[in-house]
């Protein structure tokens, strides 16, 4: 029995050290990316940083580092917390195994002082001879044959312990300089990170001194999404109409058709209102309802890239506030843009120059903006990662970002919940 536990024990802890393994790995490959990524934006601060009129984009990429980089940070945290679990697992499993061995060795020298005393043929034969009757002469030899292959057990079960207890020993150790290294790793990565805040407030306190540069930079951004927004929220508006003047027809056509055939009109119900008009059919209802269900999984709109600028409001400087609808993915120049789900195009905008693309789900919209072409038009149904253009490079730094949005109706959702990660 006592056998058995000692194997059911190691047998849990067997599976314990495969979880933590595949935790481990993960957190390891999300470290990984992450540093790549704080590279490719190390190489792309350098260029931006050698242009004396990039400032907004500089701190931009500081910005996006610096996210990065807290996040790498967090990720360190996790992996040192799963190695102070799995290193008391491992402190608890060694002193079991140690515990279990000690008692399997007393096990085993009773028995053998047991085999010791009684080891001539003698004492076995008159052992089984003393018996009252054949039957129990029998049990007694068959006594004696399990003591014996049960010592051999013992003696395999002690090998195995000792065996399974070095294991746990050097695991423990290898655990416990894993830690160490982390530890190194993640004091890197806080003085980088004060040193990236450092640079950030140098240069936030330069532009100062180029203030109204810095709002002109700003304004035409502002200007730039004004318009986009403008644009996406008409073609939106098309669309709400377009469907609510369908539903009124079909309402009218089916009254009609009532009359015609002389049978009692069907209840007039009332129809929806808001963008609620864009799930009216089955078709656009089940549509919507499989885009939500695929929030947090949907593909990126590039193959490669990463955020640099996160949804929401952003404060450049002191006073100055800048409002996202949705992320900026910077890529690899020439990169092609993709559909993230099925859908239908609503509109085709040419914005300052760039294009953007609005794609319908359902009730819902994603939209695809600084684009240089587009190879889809409006009406045109799209599939799941179908390219539908090539994002710009900008002529005076290089940089090639898409700007990405997830709309339900005309509002902005956070694209960074429904895209995976």
């Known amino acids: 029995m006592k056998s058995l536990k000692c194997i059911f024990f190691l047998f849990f802890f067997s599976l314990a050290s495969q979880a933590f393994a595949q935790s481990s790995s993960d957190l390891r490959r999300q470290k990984e990316a992450l540093t790549r990524e704080i ?28 996210r990065l980089r807290e996040k790498k940070i967090n990720v360190i945290n996790s992996e040192v917390k799963l190695l102070d679990n799995q290193i008391s697992d491992n402190t608890n499993t060694v002193r079991s195994l140690q515990s279990q061995l000690n008692k399997l060795k007393k096990e085993y020298a009773a028995m053998v002082l047991f085999a010791f005393r009684n080891q001539s043929a003698y004492n076995k034969l008159m052992f089984i001879f003393a018996a009252e009757n054949f039957n129990q002469s029998y049990k007694r030899l068959k006594y004696l044959q399990q003591f014996s292959e049960y010592r051999k057990k013992q003696a395999r079960y002690i090998e195995g312990t000792q065996k399974d ?32 805040k450092n640079s950030k407030s140098k240069v936030l306190t330069s532009l100062t001194t180029q203030e109204k540069k810095l709002k002109q930079e700003l304004t035409q951004k502002q200007k730039e999404s004004a318009r986009l927004n403008r644009a996406i929220q008409n073609a939106i508006n098309r669309e709400i109409e377009e469907a609510r003047r369908r539903a ?20 007039a119900r009332p129809v929806a209102s808001g963008s609620s008009i864009l799930s009216a059919t089955p078709e ?35 006073n100055v506030t800048v409002e996202n609808n949705g992320v ?52 045109q149904k799209v599939t799941l990662k179908q390219s539908i253009g090539v994002v710009i490079t900008d002529p005076v730094d290089g ?23």
Request: net charge positive; proline share 3%.
């Open 328 to 379: 900026d993915i910077k890529t690899a120049p020439g990169s092609q843009v993709r559909a993230v789900f099925a859908g239908e195009v609503a509109a085709v905008q040419n914005i300052s120059g760039s294009y953007a693309v609005l794609i319908r789900h359902g009730e819902y919209f994603t939209v695809y903006s600084n684009l240089k072409s587009v190879t889809v038009s409006r009406g």
């Open 165 to 196: 207890l070095n294991v746990k020993i050097v695991e423990l150790d290898r655990n416990k300089q894993e830690k160490n290294n982390l530890l190194s790793d993640q004091q890197k990565e806080k003085k980088t990170l004060g040193i990236q």
């Open 39 to 66: 590279e490719s934006l190390n190489r792309s601060l350098n260029q931006t940083a050698n242009n004396k009129n990039l400032s907004l984009k500089e701190i931009r990429a500081l910005n996006a580092q610096i």
């Open 284 to 318: 656009s209802a089940k549509l919507s309802s499989d885009f939500l269900g695929s929030r947090g999984n949907l593909p990126w709109p590039v193959s490669n890239g990463m955020v640099i600028e996160d949804f929401g409001n952003h404060t450049i400087g002191r």
């Open 248 to 267: 009124e027809a079909e309402a009218k056509a089916e009254l009609a058709k009532a009359k015609a055939e002389n049978r009692a009109a069907p209840d």
């Open 399 to 421: 940089t090639t970002e898409v700007h990405f949005e997830v709309r339900k109706g005309a509002t902005p959702l956070n694209p960074s919940s429904w895209l995976s990660n």
